[in-house]
């Protein structure tokens, strides 16, 4: 039987926008008015408001190819989270801009939603408008998150001290190791389609590629605890570039140690099996969503035995730099590679 | 002399932002903090938030061939900004994400910029984040605008009362002409680019294409005057189709009269001369970016003289439907036919 395909065309815009209307439910009493006037109302009482932005592009961001779409939506809510999550702030509403060319059915539009509907239950934001259109080429998502935080626990970049702790939550380099598992499939898959792809012994860090969480666990823990980083910021580029971006906008030097840095074995395994550094995947590859923080020492006793919190190096003076001491115990410089999606080719 | 390309893979989007945050400088002083963190932080007291956002693809909502950057970069903004002024809020902040192919160079990032900025002069919003990356084809441009209203002058769609009178700003129509005429001297100039566009006599549809105004200059009439409207909309797809989003969120009919729509002479004439009815072109061109709303008839006093306000009809029972009273005294539906971007071709 043929799987349905209903055209985008068959509806409208406003056909689409009714659709995802009907299947939102908002969960903020400062959500006043949702999806379906020219603008979203939110209240908010002696709070500071917080909004972050990002655009996923096909063929830059996400391949089609090994990116479900669900998945897709989820992670694109989970990566506007992350970044209301690292000013240590609650995310309340989310505005969702879609374009889509016509080679995309209503179906496909629906299992997008599906997965930025469970990541608003996740992470219990509520869709409050956008905006979907046709484009001439492919797929974009472009996202606002908006969200809230008290006005003494706001966390920016540019508050950690000399003799802070620097913490990491969970481990760093699998989502890059598994989009290089997935990119390596999808070329066996190309010169042979009758070749199953065999994720099933890299399953943790696909699905840290997939769908990435935004550690909004951590900032109610810190809550609970009293605690508030003196800076914060999320990973989304690679631990290198995070630090240095801290020690910019803070003016300080780090200093890491590469035998405290969390990764997962499944992530030292298949940089084993591919040849990839998997110190170099932690700082380098990005896309781990997990938060890099600084801390008074007076609050270490606080977190000491937290199973998911790791406690990598110390801030330093502006002009010691950034450095980390390896496993042999040489001290390197640590520099920002990240992501340029602007490389000549 | 060659024009300075300077390519974004030299600055990379870490430079681009930079050079992004120096070129903005804050004008409210709930901007906290503007761009260079993971979110702006923004300060909101007893006021309401809005929230609006939109999407525009090259191809689908532009043609650079005779869109200038600059001016489009103008027109998202003030595309984003009619829709906070159609709830009656003033806009406070905005965020930008951009795609761009590498076809397009610093320079070219600089100049749709430059219209950005000048929109955010003339509204009066300060730019506090976004996001810059590459795209694999074509310009992308989203972009999110804050705004505030106090809590009992916020006007929505769904307020208009049977007997209210139905107002239009402006002029209705124009830039749909202006697109016909752009859309023409292209076409001239593919086939004889010796050809130089003749656009002396078009100037004012075409500036009402290329560059739309937000009509903040009425909201803050009307707020001088202590009118509120029972309902408001902005004419994004067409006064057909915004009346019938009224009639539709108010639970109410409406009848308007075609003598009544502000038509400008130039849209006249160049309808004439296309074969467009001028009339067709006010109901479903769209992209005027005016504003329609009701108003009580006992406030008709305060804004009877006003010299860009147009009284187009009134409000009536929902059972009545959408009716217009052609000039030939005959009372005909009126229907929204808008844009549909998903067009089977």
Redesign the interface.
């Known amino acids: 039987m043929a799987e349905k395909r209903t ?3 068959d ?3 406003f056909g689409i926008i009714e659709r995802i209307k009907n299947s939102t439910k908002n969960k903020h009493k400062s959500t ?2 949702g999806i ?20 996923l ?5 996400f391949d089609l190819s090994y990116m479900p779409l669900a998945h897709l939506g989820y992670k694109a809510v989970a990566v506007n989270v992350s ?2 999550a ?2 240590n ?1 609650v995310p309340t ?1 989310i ?1 969702v ?3 889509l060319s ?1 080679r995309f059915s209503l179906e496909a539009v629906d299992t997008l939603y599906q997965g930025i509907l469970k990541a608003c239950e996740d992470f219990k934001v509520d869709l ?4 979907t ?6 797929l ?1 998502l ?1 996202i ?4 809230q ?1 008290d006005k003494k626990s ?1 966390v ?3 508050g950690a001290k000399k003799g802070d702790i620097i913490c990491v939550t969970g481990d760093l380099g699998a989502a890059y190791l598994g989009l290089q598992v997935l990119e390596r499939e999808k070329q066996v898959f190309l010169s042979n389609p009758e070749m199953q792809p065999q994720l099933d012994k890299y399953d943790y860090i696909v699905q840290r590629q997939l769908k990435p969480s935004a550690r909004m666990d951590i900032i109610h823990e810190l809550a609970e605890l009293k605690l508030v980083p003196s800076s914060m ?2 990973i989304s580029d690679g631990l290198a570039s995070e630090l240095m971006h801290l020690a910019k ?1 803070s003016k300080i030097g780090v200093q890491i140690y590469e035998d405290k840095l969390p990764i997962d074995k499944q992530t030292y395994d298949t940089g084993y099996e591919l040849g990839i550094d998997s110190t170099t995947a932690a700082l380098n590859g990005g896309e781990d969503y997990e938060l890099l923080f600084t801390i008074n020492q007076d609050d270490y006793e606080k977190l000491k035995n937290h199973s998911d919190i790791h406690f990598i190096g110390y801030v330093k003076e502006f002009s010691e730099g950034c450095k980390m001491v390896t496993k042999q115990e040489n001290l390197i410089d640590i520099k920002a590679q ?7 080719d």
């Not at 259109?133 to 492919?138: C, E, K, L, R, V």
């Open positions: 055209e985008l065309s509806l409208g815009e006043l008015e379906g006037d020219d603008a979203a109302i939110i209240d908010v009482k002696d709070k500071q408001l917080l909004v972050s932005t990002d655009m592009l096909e063929g830059v961001h970044d209301i690292a000013m702030g509403q505005t801009n879609i374009g016509n409050v408008g956008g905006d259109s046709s484009s001439a080429s492919g974009v472009s606002t998150a908006l969200g935080v706001v920016k970049r540019s910021i999320d906008s990240g992501w340029n999606h602007y490389k000549k």
